[in-house]
């Protein structure tokens, strides 16, 4: 059954190295940290009248297990899959599994104009929208789209 901000909440998955936003290349990344874009998704889902679960991992499985515990438990899935955008058929199949619910794929840079490898997404193939190059406000967009997704009482095809 559908689920809605104000029944369930927004999952919020990070990938690797992403603990270290606002350090790591902050050229590419900027010098917002983890902890400004986690405060940044709450209080856009309060707004909607919800609230997020905020996660981060460098750990492939962990992230797979936090993907099928938001399939029976939240109202969608926003994630940035970092590295594993590009290699992770396991987050795919993870995400593929999750029927009816919606998914946002972020990342903080453009990775069209970045190397060739980035600009292939494995995450794609499944999310409902893809938002790139906002910084952190893309993680802002991507609980907007949940909210209104989930409104709506399923993802698009």
Request: net charge negative.
């Amino acid at each position: 059954m559908p689920r809605t901000l104000a029944s369930a909440p927004v999952m919020i998955l990070n990938g690797p190295n992403l603990n270290l936003l606002g350090e790591r290349q902050p050229e590419i990344y900027g010098s917002d940290t983890l902890a400004d874009a986690e405060a940044l998704c709450a209080k856009t889902a309060e707004a909607h009248g919800g609230t997020v679960d905020f996660r981060q991992s460098n750990h492939e499985g962990l992230l797979v297990d936090w993907i099928q515990e938001a399939r029976l438990h939240h109202a969608g899935i926003v994630i940035n899959p970092a590295a594993y955008t590009h290699t992770s058929i396991a987050l795919l199949d993870a995400l593929s599994a999750c029927d009816g619910l919606p998914v946002v794929e972020v990342h903080l840079s453009n990775v069209h104009r970045r190397e060739e490898f980035r600009r292939h997404s494995y995450v794609s193939l499944r999310a409902d929208a893809v938002i790139a190059g906002c910084g952190i406000q893309g993680y802002a967009f991507a609980v907007e789209r949940i909210a209104a997704l989930a409104a709506r009482g399923s993802a698009p095809a």
